[in-house]
C-alpha cells in the first residue's frame, strides 16, 4: 500500500530535498520514538540528521532503547547563523551530563567544545594508551583544520564573555600541583625568550586583585620554601 501524502508534506518535503541538495545547513532535533520527546539537537549539512555514526556511548544508549525520529527544525544560510540557534535549544533543553536538562549533548553548541564535561582525572589502561599512539602515528595535519579549530576557539571564547560564563579551571590531580612548582626549577631561559616574555608584558596593567593574589602566591611560596629547609 503506496504512502498517501497532502500537498503540504509534499511541499515540505520538496523544500528539503532542495536545500540538502544545495548543501544549506540545518537544524535538527533527535526524538525518542517511544514518548516524541527531544534528546538531541544538532546542526549540519547533506545526510548528518539521519547518520548514526560518529555519536556518542550516551546517544546509541537512548537510540537503541527508545528508537529514534529525525525531524529538521530550520535552515540557514550561514554556519553561523546555525551555531547560534543550536546554543540557543540546548541552553533551553538543558543537558543530562550537566543535569540542566533532557538533552544527551556534551557541548553546548555552536560546532565546539563549549561546555564539554570532561573526564578528569580518568586514568587510562597501558593497552589503551598504546592504541591510541599506534592510531596518530603518521597522521596529518591539515592546515585547513588546525585554521577552523583557531577560529572556533575564538568565537566559543567571545560568546563565554557575552554570556558572562567564567573560565572553568581544571582540577589538579594528587601530587600535580607539586610536580608543576618543581618542574621548572633550575631552568634557564634563553635571551630570546626572556626578551619575548618581556615585550608581552610591557604596558600590561594588573588589577588590585590580580597584584594581591600575586603577592599573597610569592609570600606563600617563600614561606613553603623555609618549612621544607
Not at 16 to 30: E, S
Not at 97 to 117: A, F, P, Q
Not at 177 to 190: A, D, F
Request: charged letters at 35%; a positive charge.
Amino acid at each position: 500500500m503506496s504512502a498517501v501524502w497532502n500537498v503540504g508534506e509534499i511541499q515540505k518535503r520538496f523544500i528539503f530535498y532542495r536545500n540538502t541538495m544545495n548543501k544549506k545547513v540545518f537544524l535538527y532535533f533527535h526524538f525518542k520514538a517511544t514518548t516524541k520527546e527531544v534528546f538531541y539537537v544538532g546542526i549540519g549539512i547533506g545526510k548528518r540528521a539521519y547518520r548514526e555514526s560518529g555519536r556518542s556511548q550516551l546517544w546509541n544508549r537512548y537510540k537503541d532503547k527508545f528508537g529514534l525520529l529525525v525531524e529538521i527544525i530550520e535552515f540557514f544560510d550561514t554556519w553561523e547563523d546555525a551555531k547560534i540557534k543550536e546554543i540557543f535549544y540546548i541552553k533551553q533543553f538543558g543537558r543530562i551530563d550537566k543535569r540542566t536538562g533532557i538533552l544527551v549533548n556534551h557541548t553546548d553548541g555552536g560546532d565546539g567544545s563549549l561546555g564539554c564535561v570532561y573526564n578528569v582525572g580518568k586514568k587510562r589502561s597501558s593497552e589503551q594508551r598504546q592504541k591510541i599512539s599506534t592510531a596518530l602515528k603518521g597522521r596529518k595535519i591539515n592546515p585547513e583544520a588546525v585554521a577552523n579549530s583557531v577560529v572556533a576557539k575564538k568565537i566559543n571564547r567571545e560568546k563565554r564573555k557575552l554570556e558572562g560564563i567564567p573560565r572553568k579551571k581544571r582540577r589538579l590531580g594528587e601530587g600535580e600541583l607539586e610536580r608543576l612548582q618543581t618542574v621548572n626549577i633550575g631552568r634557564k631561559l634563553s635571551d630570546e625568550r626572556k626578551k619575548s616574555i618581556s615585550e608581552k608584558l610591557k604596558g600590561r596593567i594588573f588589577s588590585e586583585e590580580t597584584r594581591r593574589k600575586n603577592s599573597e602566591g610569592v609570600k606563600r611560596y617563600w614561606a613553603n620554601k623555609k618549612q621544607a629547609a
